[in-house]
T-cell receptor, first 114, second 112 residues
Framework: GAGVSQSPRYKVAKRGQDVALRCDPI?????LFWYQQALGQGPEFLTY????????KSGLPSDRFFAERPEGSVSTLKIQRTQQEDSAVYLC????????????FGNGTRLTVT | DQQVKQNSPSLSVQEGRISILNCDYT??????FLWYKKYPAEGPTFLIS?????DKNEDGRFTVFLNKSAKHLSLHIVPSQPGDSAVYFC???????????FGTGTRLQVTL
């Protein structure tokens, strides 16, 4: 497919477990973003990559959150020692990286921490 | 401190009529504004955008208006169709390839 692909679609984790969420961006898209969307809220910025470089991680809520994009394409968002407040939909988006190009979102991973 | 606000959580419009969704922002550095549409269990889909150098952008049934002095933008959908029923998010960015700041969304329901 030509869109942004995220896996898994749903993840249930027990409190304290580690999780890894995967994002396959649109081929050729330079920029990749992770967003967190809580119920009833808009997406909130977590982190941003340009190719393999993580240029902004100011939105990561704690040091339990870690993201990587080692080869400049696929990205993984890892959450260590999950807490109930981590329950949300995690959205990945990519863009061409040119001025004012829109973000293209995947369908997200819904994480539920019990 | 919410920099992008959508004060109407929901809106109901009759099919064929105009839908007007509103958005206010506080950050003067924002120079690029977008509207996204979201269906349940799907990611947001880009609809239309506008640069701060313009005050209007039109794409088919969708028009976005920007009032910089009031820090306000709106999305007009005319005529509204049942398939337009979704949650609409306003978003704003500053600079190239910047992170977007989203509003909390407005749920639009288009009734028959």
């Amino acid at each position: 497919g030509a869109g942004v692909s995220q896996s898994p679609r749903y993840k249930v984790a027990k409190r304290g477990q580690d999780v890894a969420l995967r994002c396959d961006p649109i081929s050729g898209h330079v920029s990749l973003f992770w967003y967190q969307q809580a119920l009833g809220q808009g997406p909130e910025f977590l982190t941003y990559f340009q190719n393999e470089a993580q240029l902004d991680k100011s939105g990561l809520p704690s040091d339990r959150f870690f993201a990587e994009r080692p080869e400049g394409s696929v990205s993984t968002l890892k959450i260590q020692r999950t807490q109930q407040e981590d329950s949300a939909v995690y959205l990945c988006a990519s863009e061409l990286g040119t001025a004012n190009s829109p973000l293209h979102f995947g369908n997200g991973t819904r994480l539920t921490v019990t | 401190d919410q920099q992008v606000k959508q004060n109407s959580p929901s809106l109901s419009v009759q099919e064929g009529r105009i839908s007007i969704l509103n958005c206010d922002y506080t950050n003067s550095m924002f120079d690029y504004f977008l509207w996204y549409k979201k269906y349940p269990a799907e990611g947001p889909t880009f609809l239309i955008s506008i640069s701060s150098i313009k005050d209007k952008n039109e794409d088919g049934r969708f028009t976005v208006f920007l009032n910089k002095s009031a820090k306000h933008l709106s999305l007009h959908i005319v005529p509204s169709q049942p398939g337009d029923s979704a949650v609409y998010f306003c978003a704003a960015g500053a600079g190239t390839a910047s992170k977007l700041t989203f509003g909390t969304g407005t749920r639009l329901q288009v009734t028959l």
